[in-house]
Nanobody, 129 residues
Framework: QVQLVESGGGLVQSGGSLRLSCAAS????????MGWFRQAPAKEREFVSA????????YYADSVKGRFTISRDNAKNTVYLQMNSLKPEDTAVYYC??????????????????????WGQGTQVTVSS
């Protein structure tokens, strides 16, 4: 049984920073890519960022590129999302997800929810203007 537990969400003013963490247990964390998604009220869940199993490759949605940084510590079974220069439109529930297999189905499928088989419960991020 794979468990993903997110933490680090909260309320922050526009321009501020937060660091989200996702602690994984239940399987060999280092063998799988990890992703972050978010869902704002009345909107569909969307891709935010992802990182390969080794940490050597990272991916970002255009809306967060240059402001967010994903990283992982395989020794601690944890993936992080450093969020800087936050904007009110970043307000959402942020979900951590673990990939089905070591590699994505294709080089461009890292943002597809179908690539991820395990999901955390989410952590709320609220950015006030």
């Amino acid at each position: 049984q794979v468990q993903l537990v997110e933490s680090g969400g909260g309320l922050v003013q526009s321009g501020g920073s937060l660091r989200l963490s996702c602690a994984a247990s239940g399987r060999t964390f280092s063998r799988y890519p990890m992703g972050w998604f978010r869902q704002a009220p009345a909107k569909e869940r969307e891709f935010v960022s992802a990182i390969s199993w080794s940490g050597g490759t990272t991916y970002y949605a255009d809306s967060v590129k240059g402001r967010f940084t994903i990283s992982r510590d395989n020794a601690k079974n944890t993936v992080y999302l450093q969020m800087n220069s936050l904007k009110p439109e970043d307000t959402a529930v942020y979900y951590c997800a673990a990939g089905h297999t070591k590699y994505y189905s294709s080089s461009s499928s890292y943002d597809a929810e179908d690539e991820y088989g395990y999901w955390g419960q989410g952590t709320q991020v609220t950015v006030s203007s």
